[in-house]
């Protein structure tokens, strides 16, 4: 008999303990996150709003909502507000449960507010690559792999394919090289399997494996990259101690300079970042 508990269930049900977890909004056949919505909002389709032309105009809403300022910041924060929760939704997935939601344009919606902002973005179709042995594997919204490189492989080819219209529509708006573009969605895939990791006191060495081959696999499949972020233990004796360093500045300086680098920023010494890490073990709340 098929598994009746739609396999998200799980990942759902492995988030619930984070204190970080921007997750999308699902309304797909047999799974439901959340109740409906009733508001100002007009809905975009991924591959729709690149084929027709609306991420420029987008983009240009988002950015005067929350002030003008350099293309370079911009573009990955508009980036953020349309990608976090569904690279979450994959990393954290992956990570905490052994399921890779495979991402597909034509089922990931963004709604747009009447101030330019963006709601939760909403996917109204999941389906999971699992292992054979997942007690998921004949449920009608999974697809079974051989093995996890071969998991790998195929969540990085769905994320590929679902992001492409978004980073090619803001490269081509803005004049930022894809390059930088992909190599925001590689820092932040990397961040959001370590950080349930370090919440949850589990190896971080393991989890940066993890992330990692997902990388590797996310470039083959045609994310372009100029370098590749790094793991940062700071306290290895702490369970908390570990953190990392983006491989691709996210450019908040350029937008606030008295704000300076992030402590992640590959721009920063190791020295000055060191000692900023120390700070989140002495005081929690300014941890993420």
Known sequence: MAPTEHPLQAVMEACAPLRFAPLPDIRAAGFRSVPQRHGTETWHRTDLMAAEG?????????????????????STRFQRALLREPIFLVAAGLYLTGRAPLLEREHLW???????????????????????????????????????SEQETLTAEYMVHAFSPIIDGVSRHTRVGARTLWGWVLDILHFYMLNPA?????????????????????????A?????????????????????????????????????FCVTCPLKADSERHEELQNWLRDPSVAP
């Open 54 to 74: 609306d991420i420029a105009v987008l983009f240009d809403r988002y950015t005067a909502q929350h002030g003008p300022g350099h293309t370079l910041p911009n």
């Open 110 to 148: 963004f709604p747009s507010l009447s101030d330019g902002s963006f709601g939760t973005p909403t996917l109204t179709r999941v389906r999971m690559a699992v292992l054979p042995d997942d007690p998921a594997a004949g449920h009608p919204d999974t697809v079974v792999v051989a093995n996890e």
């Open 198 to 222: 370090r919440f949850l006191g589990h190896d971080a060495g393991a989890a940066w494996s993890r992330a990692s081959r997902l990388g590797e696999a996310l470039i083959k499949a045609g």
């Open 224 to 260: 372009r990259t100029r370098s590749r972020p790094r793991i940062f233990p700071f306290r290895e004796e702490h369970p908390r101690g570990t953190w990392a360093v983006r491989g691709t500045c996210c450019f908040d300086y350029k937008a606030d300079p008295e704000h300076g």
